[in-house]
C-alpha cells in the first residue's frame, strides 16, 4: 500500500498541474438538502462598495434644509406614490419590479470603517464576533451544492475593489471560498479569466490523456484521498468544457444586450452577473470599481466614498487636501450613478425576459450610506444609522417601499432591519433551514443565521 499510494499521490500532483491544486478544492462544497421550500434558486447579489448615499438614491429627502439637500430632487416611478432619485430615472420605470428596504442600520458598533462594513455584508454577521463567519455565498454553497458542473458554485465578478480581501470562508473548507474573476476593465474586447481555462499545452488529446490516466490507476485507493477524485473529475470538466469559456465571452452577446446594460466596465459587470445565473451559478456577486481610464483624468479610485464634492459635475479631486474623496467622480455623473441606474435597470429587464427572475433573488447592496449633513468640504461621511438597500427576482413583492428614515434621513423611524436580517432573508428566500447548524472541522456547531429575522416584505 504505501508505494503505491505514493504512486497514486505522484500522479494526483501531475493531474493538479493542469488543473491547479486550488480548483478542485473549490469544488469540493458540501451538499445539504434542506427540505424546506425554496422560493429562489440562484442569488446575485450586486455589491456597490463605498457607501452609497442613500438620500441621492433609494430614499430621496426633499424636505432638508437647502445647505445639506441634495440637488438631485424626487421624481416619481411607475408605482404611484413612490419616489426615486433623479439619478435612477430606468429603475423609476421598474419601480414595480423591486421592494426598496429604507430602515437598514448597524445595530451594534464597530462596523463603520469600508473593511469591517464590507465584510458584514458579505457575511450577515458582526466582523467583531467570537468566530470569523464565512461569507453568504460560502454558507449557501456548502449546503446547497451547485447544479452547474462546470464553473465554481460561488463567483465574485471582478472582485479586485480594495475591499475584495474581505471575503472570508470562515470555519467552511476552503472548497467554500469565493472564485473571483479579476480583470480591471471587463469591456475591454481582451479581457478573460484565466484561472478557469487550461494552458495551451495541456489541450485536446494530453489533456484527455491525463485525466484518463488519473481516473485509471490505482482506482481502488479512491477511499484514502477522502473522496477528492470526484472533485477532480469536477475540475477537469470545468477545463474541459466548451461552455466555461462561452459564459466567459462577453463578445456572443447581441449589441442590443450591450445596450441593455450600458457601455463601459459596470455594465460589462453586470451582464457577466446575468450571463453566470442563466449558467446556473449558485451564488454571485457583482463588485464595480470603475477602472482608470485616460478619458477619466483623476478618475482612479471610482466607488462611492464621496467624503468630498459629492456634487462635482466632474472629478472630486487627485490630492488628498479635503476629507479624503480625492480620485473619484460626482455622483451625478455617468461612471457612477449614471451607469448604475443604466446597468440595474437593465439586469432587472434581461433577467425578467429570460425568465430568469422568477428564479433569482437579486440583491443591491451597500455597506452603509452617507451622513444627512454635508460636511464642510461638501461631502458625505460614513453613516450606519440608514441607509437602502434592494431587492427583486424569486417572488419578491415588488414596488414597495419598507421601513422609513427620518425627515432628515438620519435614523430609521420605521420597521428597523440590520445586515443579519438581509442575511436571513437570503437563506429564508432558498429554503434553508437556519435553526440546523453547520460544524466546524472540530465538529462544533455553529448557528449562522439565528442573529436576525427575514425581512417578511419581501417574503
Known sequence: M???????????????GVLGLSLPRLLAAQAQTTGRAARARNVLVILEQGGLS??????????????HRSPHRPISTSVPGMQLSALLPRTARLAHKIAVVRSMHHSKPGAN???DGTQYVLSGSHPRGPLEMPDIGSITTHLLGTTCPF???YIMVPGNHEQAAETRNGFLPASTRVFKTGGQDLANPGWRVNNLLPYSDNTG?????RRWLLANV???????VGGMERFYEQAGDILGSPRVASVFNLGNEPQPVRDLYGRGHRGACYLMGRKLIEAGVRFVTVDVRWPFTPDLPGGFDLNWDHHDYIYTSGSCGTERIAAGGEGRYGIGHWVMMGSTDHAFAGLIEDLDQRGLLN???VCFVTEFGRTPRLNRFQGRDHWTDAYSIVFAGAGVPGGQVIGRSDRDGGYVADQPHTPEDYAATIYEKLGI?????????SHRPVYFGHGGEPIRQVL
Do not use: C, N
Not at 2 to 16: D, E, I, K, Y
Not at 205 to 209: C, E, K, L, Y
Not at 433 to 441: A, G, L, W
Open 113 to 115: 470603517g469600508h473593511p
Open 205 to 209: 488529446p494530453r489533456f484527455h490523456q
Open 359 to 361: 428564479e433569482t433573488l
Open 54 to 67: 442613500h438620500i441621492d438614491t433609494w430614499d430621496p429627502k426633499p424636505d432638508v434644509v437647502a445647505e
Open 151 to 153: 464553473l465554481p458554485p
Open 218 to 224: 490505482d482506482a481502488g485507493y479512491a477511499r484514502p
Open 433 to 441: 433551514d437556519r435553526q440546523r447548524p453547520i460544524h466546524t472541522s
Open 2 to 16: 504505501p508505494h503505491s499510494w505514493r504512486r497514486r499521490q505522484f500522479l494526483l500532483t501531475g493531474m493538479s
